[in-house]
């Protein structure tokens, strides 16, 4: 079975740096997608980031040359450095994994598991 948990949240000032977290258990993170989505008050949830079974990395265009997501393959978990946070980071953070491979990575419907969330507010 599937579990993905999240930590790292927190509350930060603007320009700030946070690392999430994401540890994996049932399925072995670089074998599968990986995916960082948000969501912030009174809007949808929506894509982050991912990292595929091959390593390849994709960003939104909203968090390019901010945030890296990366692996560690030994410890089965999945991280995302966030670096110059803006008060409209704000949001609950989930991590996601897809069953299969998917020709969408941004999709939130490509996704099959994901995590309870962990809460990032960035002040200003």
């Known amino acids: 079975q599937v579990q993905l948990v999240e930590s790292g949240g927190g509350l930060v000032q603007a320009g700030a740096s946070l690392r999430l977290s994401c540890a994996a258990s049932?399925?072995?993170?670089?074998?599968?997608?990986m995916g960082w989505f948000r969501q912030g008050p009174g809007k949808e949830r929506e894509f982050v980031a991912a990292?595929?079974?091959?390593?390849?990395?994709y960003y939104a265009d909203s968090v390019k040359g901010r945030f890296t997501i990366s692996r560690d393959n030994a410890k089965n978990t999945v991280y995302l450095q966030m670096n110059s946070l803006k008060p409209e980071d704000t949001a609950l953070y989930y991590c996601?994994?897809?069953?299969?491979?998917?020709?969408?990575?941004?999709?939130?419907?490509?996704?099959?598991?994901w995590g309870p969330g962990t809460q990032v507010t960035v002040s200003s």
């Open positions: 996601a994994q897809q069953r299969y491979p998917s020709s969408s990575v941004s999709r939130t419907d490509q996704y099959d598991y």
């Open positions: 049932g399925r072995t993170v670089s074998t599968v997608t």
């Open positions: 990292i595929s079974w091959s390593g390849s990395t």
